[in-house]
């Protein structure tokens, strides 16, 4: 925190050099509290999007894993066999997808942190 070696200089015997080292501090004070302000905002918007993406992610394999359903529910025994690769490897890959978004919020989170630091 190089911006706020100020304080060194709170040994000063002059009391208005002194008085202007504390409000030379609590300005750099205010310029890191508005700092941070403005990180939260942009961090809760951020977040709010990527979730926002995710849950949109995630309905969209829902609705694809019932489409899957459904056409698995209307095949007949005797068709079983026909389809039951295709869909065994459907369905997997909409469970390894969904995966992926849900634990990408994970990721989501590690970016926030990145930007915050940032």
Partial sequence: MKDLEILDD???????????SIKAFADKLEERI?????KKEEVEQSAKDKFN?????????????IN????IKDTSESKWNEVKEDASQKVDEVRDE???AYTGIKDGFSYLFDKFKN
Avoid: G, S, T, V
């Avoid at 015997?13 to 202007?20: A, H, I, Q, R, S």
């Avoid at 508005?34 to 403005?38: E, Y």
């Avoid at 899957?68 to 056409?71: A, R, V």
């Fill in 10 to 20: 709170m040994n000063i015997d002059n009391k208005n050099k002194y008085e202007e």
């Fill in 34 to 38: 508005n700092f941070l302000k403005d």
């Fill in 53 to 65: 993406e995710k849950i949109e992610l995630l309905k969209q394999k829902r609705e694809a894993l």
């Fill in 68 to 71: 899957q359903y459904e056409k």
């Fill in 98 to 100: 969904a995966e992926m």
